[in-house]
């Protein structure tokens, strides 16, 4: 069984809409929350943390936290074709011990 | 505020032999990670040092591969001998603590094994 779950993708979405990612965990004591955004042959790059439950919102980005459905998702609004890259979802569990999904891809269409 | 370092960027190899990176991490991070990336997967952690210590090493497969961090700043992880399916993406992140800061990750060494 995955530990951190996403949809692979693609999401393919037009330029100006609003792209939702998910992802799930099943470490109940999981703490801490990270999406990274990686493009195609660089590294992984931070977006948003987040640790408590609710929304938490930088720019375009917004972080949503259902701690009790373990549960993490980010949403880019007035998406860009810039934003077209895989979106990880990171969970730092209750060992501290970080665990990365498989990544899911955005498309964003001109 | 310089990033995480590593070298070499690429390093094409013949199976069986060795090969060593680098990373020197954000300054003042205690935690260290190493971490694989296949194609089309996720980052996974290798090893995770706090200061000089190991945190974490259960996904590093010990038969071949080790790491050290003796000063507790920079870090080398060495493969010995290498196999066809060591070829990936090997990251190097650092954290202010283990805890509860985000890690911020350097540019990456991508291993070809031929």
């Known amino acids: 069984q995955k530990e951190v779950e996403q949809n692979s993708g693609p999401l393919s979405v037009p330029e100006g809409a609003i792209a939702s990612l998910n992802c799930t965990y099943s470490d109940r004591g999981s703490q801490s929350f990270f999406w990274y955004r990686q493009y195609s042959g660089k590294s992984p790059e931070l977006i948003m943390s987040?640790?408590?439950?609710g929304d938490k919102e930088d720019g375009r980005f917004t972080a949503q936290l259902n701690k009790a459905s373990q549960y993490v998702s980010l949403l880019i609004r007035d998406s860009q074709p810039s934003d077209s890259a895989t979106y990880l979802c990171?969970?730092?569990?209750?060992?501290?011990?970080?665990?990365f999904g498989a990544g899911t891809r955005l498309f964003v269409k001109a | 505020e310089a990033g995480v370092a590593q070298s070499p960027r690429y390093k094409i190899i013949e199976k069986r032999q060795s090969v060593a990176f680098w990373c020197n991490p954000i300054?003042?991070?205690?935690?260290l990670y190493w971490y694989q990336q296949i194609l089309g997967q996720g980052p996974k952690l290798l090893i995770q040092?706090?200061?000089?210590?190991?945190?974490?090493d259960s996904q590093l497969p010990k038969d071949r591969f080790s790491a050290e961090r003796l000063k507790g700043v920079d870090s080398t992880l060495k493969i010995q001998p290498a196999k066809l399916e060591d070829s990936a993406v090997y990251l190097c992140?650092?954290?202010?603590?283990?805890?509860?800061?985000?890690?911020?990750f350097g540019d990456g060494t991508r291993l070809s094994i031929l």
């Open positions: 992140a650092s954290s202010l603590d283990g805890r509860d800061q985000p890690q911020h």
């Open positions: 040092f706090q200061n000089n210590g190991v945190v974490d």
């Open positions: 300054s003042g991070h205690a935690t």
């Open positions: 990171a969970v730092r569990g209750g060992g501290f011990k970080t665990i």
């Open positions: 987040i640790y408590s439950n």
